[in-house]
Structures are given as C-alpha cells and as structure tokens.
C-alpha cells in the first residue's frame, strides 16, 4: 500500500528552524515530481515548494523563498523541507504530494502540523 507519511512539524517560536521529513512506503520517491503544501485554519491549500523528478529544478512560493529549502534523499526515500526564520504566518498543516506521469499517479500525506509561536 502506498503511504506519504509527514513528521517533524511542531512548535517553534518565531524566528526558528524546523525540518521536514516525508517518507515514502511502496513507492520509488525518485521517479516523482515532489512539492509540499500546506493549508491553515480557515484557508486554501497552498503550494509552497516544488522539486522535479530529477532535481534539475525547485521552486518556492514567495512568501517562502529564501527561507524554505526542498531536497531529497533517494537513498532513504524521503524528501524534506527545510524552514527557517520561521514566521507566526507558517502557522498550517503542511503534505506532501508525489506526482508522476501528468497526474496518473498523485498521492498524498496526512500532513504535519507546524505552529510558530511565542
């Protein structure tokens, strides 16, 4: 059974680091185009970093740019998402999805939370 499972998420005080794991079970991470997203309390879900299957490109939101890194480890099968000088408006659940073929295969995670607080 294919799983995308999240973890690291937590509270961190504005200003801080966290990183980002999402695990793949029953499925090859490196065959897919990878992006996080993330949605807050009462809003859309949003695209917040992009990495293509081959890692030749990466792409952030600008509200992220500069700050949030998207890599990958095929060896471990995980792809990450490293945030810093994390704000109170990263405040959200955060998934990650794994595409492949335009869209033929689309999975996704339960999500993360990531709370910035003091």
């Known amino acids: 059974q294919v799983q995308l499972v999240e973890s690291g998420g937590g509270l961190v005080q504005p200003g801080g680091s966290l990183r980002l794991s999402c695990a793949a079970s029953a499925l090859i991470l490196s065959r897919y185009a990878m992006s996080w997203h993330r949605q807050a309390s009462g809003k859309e879900r949003e695209l917040v970093a992009t990495?293509?299957?081959?890692?030749?490109?990466?792409n952030y939101a600008d509200s992220v740019k500069g700050r949030f890194t998207i890599s990958r480890d095929n060896a471990k099968n995980t792809v990450y998402l490293q945030m810093n000088s994390l704000k109170p408006e990263d405040t959200a659940v955060y998934y990650c999805?794994?595409?492949?073929?335009?869209?033929?295969?689309?999975?996704w995670g339960k999500g993360t939370l990531v709370t910035v607080s003091s």
């Open positions: 990495i293509t299957s081959d890692d030749s490109s990466v």
């Open positions: 999805n794994a595409v492949r073929l335009g869209g033929l295969f689309n999975y």
